[in-house]
């Protein structure tokens, strides 16, 4: 009887994420200047077939933002199932959802030694971005690539530290990185815009322009451009006026 009620849900969850997961990488303006993806859609490892279930219909409230209800059936799992690294994957982002970030990054920390090391690194590296304390992103975001050195997310992320740190060796850090996630992930936006933002800020406007230009749409062009622009502008203010925005 359990295990049909848990089948329900599961089929509910799925039915629900698709729309969800289908539209994530439609352009749009959250796409600009931001992380990767979160890191619930990693590569389960074999659990038993009650686990695989709750662990399946957490992922999807996650897609959908829905953290507090993934709590809710991480509890219910803890109760009869053994916490496995998946499950710590999970609740790391969780919790990271609901800004409890100190228990994210215990969660995220206890993925160390495990088959998801690189995972928990990259989940550290954003709850230090939550922080916005871009130093330490910046770490773990490395600590993250070197344990997956092709994972196109790893390296947007840790590109997108690099240039939140603005100077000059960690912004050709920043484009390094970011073309070689572009090279691996040639249709993602983010990685796109990210690459955007670090030839701005290094004043290579030509280069930068050549990569707008590489954009479908001139409205998309347009406000990829704008954004750039912008935000390049704001992070050159003296410190005393940005604090006053």
């Not at 295990?3 to 990488?25: H, W």
């Not at 344990?147 to 590109?159: K, M, Q, W």
């Amino acid at each position: 009887m359990k295990y049909f009620k848990i089948r329900r849900l599961l089929v509910a969850a799925v039915c629900v994420s698709a729309p969800f997961l289908a539209g994530c990488d439609k352009q749009n303006l959250s796409t600009l200047g931001m992380l990767g993806p979160t890191s619930s859609k990693v590569e389960a490892p074999p659990e038993s077939s009650t686990a695989t279930l709750y662990l399946t219909i957490v992922r999807g409230l996650i897609d959908q933002g829905r953290y507090r209800a993934a709590l809710g059936y991480l509890d219910q799992y803890a109760v009869s199932e053994k916490k496995t690294p998946q499950f710590s994957s999970l609740h790391g982002e969780a919790l990271l959802g609901v800004a409890k970030y100190d228990e994210a990054a215990t969660a995220f920390a206890s993925l160390q030694g495990t088959d998801l090391e690189a995972v928990g690194f990259n989940g550290l590296g954003r709850v230090d971005a939550s922080r916005e304390k871009w130093s330490e992103a910046e770490r773990h975001f490395t600590q993250a690539v070197a344990a997956r050195p092709s994972n196109a997310d790893y390296l947007n992320n840790l590109g997108f530290a690099e240039i939140q740190l603005g100077d000059a060796a960690s912004l050709e850090k920043a484009e390094f990185n970011l073309r070689q996630a572009r090279e691996l992930e040639p249709t993602s936006a983010s990685i796109r815009n990210n690459l955007v933002l670090a030839l701005t800020m290094a004043n290579k406007k030509d280069e930068a322009r050549a990569v707008i230009d590489g954009i479908a749409t001139s409205r998309e062009r347009a406000a990829v451009q704008k954004f750039a622009a912008d935000w390049a502008q704001k992070q050159h203010k003296p410190a005393e006026d940005r604090s006053v925005e």
